[in-house]
């Protein structure tokens, strides 16, 4: 399996997830407007970390408005590259490097309104960098593949075997209890888990079955492994229907390719 | 496979990175002195809410008054919609209600945390939602505004909604009369 090969994909999936997000937030403009809800007018005066007490004010015109959203236009250019000029190593790696500049910062000045699949975003970007400042090397590509693949497996696992700890998600109830809400459930799904114990409960062990078992994907067979990636990519989907989570769907698919790698490297 | 001083540098960092994040996955390096750091690090801590699931809405409501105490109904921000086919893949309010739900949270968790209530004024997310609400448009001849965040149970609402944590009236500088 080729790893230039396996990084284009990787980070095509990422990049078709990173330009969505980009275009959505340039809609949503608003909230980074000085009386948005995401201002950086209040937002400079968060303390930045110690060794860099310069850092907001040297932040401020990528960070202000309207310098923020020429950094999500700008995140976009390098992302069309990745996109379309992937097969070309050196638009490819400064294109990377860009996404991954660009994304720290929103991330840093986004303090708030971010979840799990900026983070799974960043360290794929981190790795990517990593490989394209190597030179694409192939040695450091492998590694970076194998960090990518445990930082997924090690991301369901927990999730899956913190679930198990907790009271509300053995008995059931946490999947009504989320699908009930409006910021992250469906009116619809509620009232059917509200009608059935046997759903709650079902649908509450299927998730935390399919996380805690997701790092046996890499000692099983094929079809297991397939099966798995099936699940979980029906799982983010699922979340992108009924939760409104889009961005983990393309977010964790990213990681896909690195897993897929690494269980051909094993087998 | 063979690996140069490079390759080892960087198994080596990716070694510890993965460590770190391993780490971070129990409570109690979580919310050691440490976390900051390591968010700084980029050591993530995988939740998909777990091990206890949100359970409920934090809306944020806010009135206006007049200086002799005229005020007007509470009226809800509410950034909430209906979920569609579309928004499986295009899904542009997602960042702003989540936006609205963390900065609502953090403003329970510091309503909580700090010993000092007159201290949560001057904590960011508390700015946040002033700053926010001073742009909004007034109905004239009202010049002061409080805001409340309301913490809800749903589209099956098995308890009571309940008050979080209610502001002192502010006044509004920089508003648009509507």
């Given amino acids: 399996v080729n790893v230039y090969e396996t990084y284009r994909i990787t980070l095509c999936i990422l990049a078709v997830g990173m330009a969505i997000f980009s275009l959505e937030q340039v809609v949503a403009r608003r909230q980074f407007q000085p009386g948005g809800l995401s201002s950086w007018d209040v937002l400079s005066l968060k303390r930045p970390p110690k060794a860099l007490p310069w850092l907001n004010r040297a932040l401020a015109p990528l960070c202000d408005y309207p310098g923020v959203e020429r950094l999500l ?35 840093y000045r986004n303090s708030y309104g971010t979840d799990g699949s900026d983070q799974m975003g960043l360290i794929v970007l981190v790795v990517a960098t990593v490989y ?13 593949l194998w960090f990518i693949c445990l930082q997924v497996t090690l991301a369901y696992a927990a999730a899956g075997i913190s679930k198990l700890f907790s009271e509300t998600w053995r008995g059931g ?24 114990v046997a759903l ?49 769907l393309w977010a964790f698919a990213s990681a896909y390719p690195a897993v897929l790698f690494c269980y051909a490297s094993l087998h | 496979m063979r690996y140069g001083p490079l390759e080892l540098v960087i198994l080596a960092l990716y070694i510890v990175w993965f460590l770190l994040s391993v780490a971070n996955q129990f409570q109690r390096a979580s919310r050691s002195r440490l976390a900051p750091f390591l968010s700084v690090l980029l050591v993530p801590r995988w939740t998909f809410f ?32 209906e979920r569609t086919l579309l928004g499986a893949i295009w899904n542009p309010n997602r960042r702003q209600s989540k936006l609205l739900f963390d900065v609502t949270q953090s403003l329970q968790v510091s309503a909580l945390a700090m010993e000092d209530p007159e201290g949560i004024c001057v904590s960011i ?45 502010l006044k509004l500088k920089g508003v648009s009369q509507g």
């Fill in chain 2, 50 to 81: 777990a091990p206890n699931p949100g359970h409920s809405d934090y809306f944020l409501e806010y009135r206006d008054h007049t200086e002799d105490l005229f005020s007007t109904p509470w009226q809800r921000v509410s950034v909430l919609e």
């Fill in chain 1, 73 to 107: 236009w700008l995140r976009l250019a390098s992302v069309a590259l990745i996109l379309f000029a992937g097969g070309i190593p050196f638009v490819f790696g400064p294109a990377i490097f860009i996404a991954l500049l660009t994304t720290s910062v929103l991330l």
């Fill in chain 2, 125 to 169: 997310p508390y700015l946040l939602v002033m700053n926010y609400l001073d742009s909004l448009p007034v109905e004239p001849p009202c010049t002061i505004r409080q805001f409340r965040v309301v913490e809800s149970y749903g589209f099956f609402p098995y308890k009571e909604e309940h008050l979080i944590l209610r502001s002192k009236g």
């Fill in chain 1, 200 to 248: 709650q409960v079902v649908s509450a062990w299927g998730v935390m079955g399919f996380e805690t078992l997701f790092p046996l994907t890499l000692l099983a067979s094929p079809p297991f492994l397939y099966t798995f990636l099936v699940i979980a990519f029906a799982f983010h989907l699922g979340c992108s229907l009924f939760m409104g989570l889009n961005s983990f």
């Fill in chain 1, 173 to 196: 109830s946490a999947m009504f209890l989320i699908m009930n809400t409006g910021t992250y459930g469906t009116r619809m799904l509620a009232q059917c888990l509200r009608r059935s």
């Fill in chain 1, 132 to 144: 394209a400042g190597s030179g694409f090397m192939n040695s450091v590509g492998v590694l970076g």
